[in-house]
Structures are given as structure tokens and as C-alpha cells.
């Protein structure tokens, strides 16, 4: 399974963005998929997963009623849609996802994730 990611970009407090993970493979629909970040500095967080069912799992407190994941397994596409961005938002965007992660939520350990995206930045402006 290969992942891009984009939709990143700059964009001021308050405001959206919707970023994409564009999938190759033939058994992305068997994958869970979650979004972590990583800010300058800092290490790379969980933000919010996805069962290959479509539910969403695990959301981190600091995004939670902000963010939301969807998934399109016929697109091989997963979005995360982000509302009401914050300054602290600021940070490259990474899609992962893996065939072994059965159980919910999903783990937050970016170790236990076998695909990755590249990352896209997300620049949020006070």
C-alpha cells in the first residue's frame, strides 16, 4: 500500500482545511488508517483513526468536536476534514495505515503503523 497525502496549506485561525490520503494497493480497504502530526520540535501524535469499517476512533482531545476522519474505500481515500483551526494546529500531517490493527481504538504508536504518506504542512496563521 503506497499513501499521498495532501490538502495542506496555510490558513488563518478560525478557519479549514480538508486534507486527503490517496491510497494504491489492492487491500487498502482491509487497512485501518489514522493521522498523526509532528510539530517543530516535537514528537509525532496520534490526531484520529479510522476502522476499515468507517468508524472513527481514538480521537485526541486536543482536536476533538474539530476534526472529524472519513473514509471512501471505493475512492481509496481517506479525508480528514479540520474546522475551527488553532495556531497550535501548525504542524506536517502524516497519513499511516496497516492490515494488523484489529482493535479499537486504534494504537496511537506510529511504530505499529506499516504505510506511510509523506506528510503535507498545515500552517495555521493567528
Known amino acids: 500500500v503506497q499513501l499521498q497525502a495532501s490538502g495542506g496549506g496555510l490558513v488563518q485561525a478560525g478557519g479549514s482545511l480538508r486534507l486527503s490520503c490517496a491510497a494504491s494497493?489492492?487491500?487498502?480497504?482491509?487497512?485501518?488508517v489514522a493521522w498523526f502530526r509532528q510539530a517543530p520540535g516535537k514528537e509525532r501524535e496520534f490526531v484520529v483513526g479510522i476502522t476499515r469499517s468507517g468508524a472513527e476512533t481514538g480521537t485526541a482531545d486536543s482536536v476533538k468536536g474539530r476534526f472529524a476522519i472519513s473514509r471512501d474505500n471505493a475512492r481509496k481515500t481517506v479525508y480528514l476534514q479540520m474546522d475551527s483551526l488553532r495556531p497550535e494546529d501548525t504542524a506536517v500531517y502524516y497519513c499511516?495505515?496497516?492490515?494488523?490493527?484489529?482493535?479499537?481504538?486504534?494504537?496511537?504508536?506510529?511504530?505499529?503503523?506499516?504505510?506511510w504518506g509523506q506528510g503535507t504542512q498545515v500552517t495555521v496563521s493567528s
Open positions: 499511516a495505515a496497516d492490515h494488523t490493527i484489529l482493535t479499537v481504538p486504534l494504537s496511537r504508536d506510529p511504530l505499529d503503523y506499516d504505510y
Open positions: 494497493g489492492p487491500t487498502f480497504s482491509r487497512c485501518a
